[in-house]
């Protein structure tokens, strides 16, 4: 079975609790970069789960913009009124992503 790779966009808590996953499950799910505006957040995504500094940003603009796709998913944990863009972005490359918490008024905004 081939392993899953993500990318967190959002290293909050909410980012964290997602991306502890990877520790329950290694060898099915891992994760290879984090979109996180707050250096500490990032770093001790870097630090937990051995991403790359190359696939570590500050904004998930960069993780659009990528000419090469480094994940199969996006998880998306900003904050709840900053879900729109990012899940109506991910959608134009065609990026699967799981929106966190998404209720009937996200799913307003995203349509």
């Known amino acids: 079975m081939q392993i899953v790779k993500a990318v967190i966009i959002g290293a909050g ?8 996953y990877a520790t329950v499950v290694p060898k ?18 870097i630090a937990e789960y051995g991403i790359k500094e190359e696939n570590a940003f500050e904004t998930w603009e960069h993780v659009v913009n990528l000419e090469k796709r480094i994940a199969d998913v996006a998880i998306i944990c900003n904050q709840d009124r900053m879900h729109k863009d990012p899940a109506n972005k991910l959608c134009e490359p065609g ?14 905004r995203l349509l």
């Open 95 to 108: 990026l699967s992503h799981l929106v966190r918490k998404a209720d009937g008024s996200i799913l307003q």
């Open 28 to 45: 099915k799910f891992k994760i290879v970069g984090v979109a996180e505006p707050f250096k500490v957040f990032r770093d001790q995504m």
């Open 13 to 20: 808590r909410r980012g964290q609790a997602y991306a502890s």
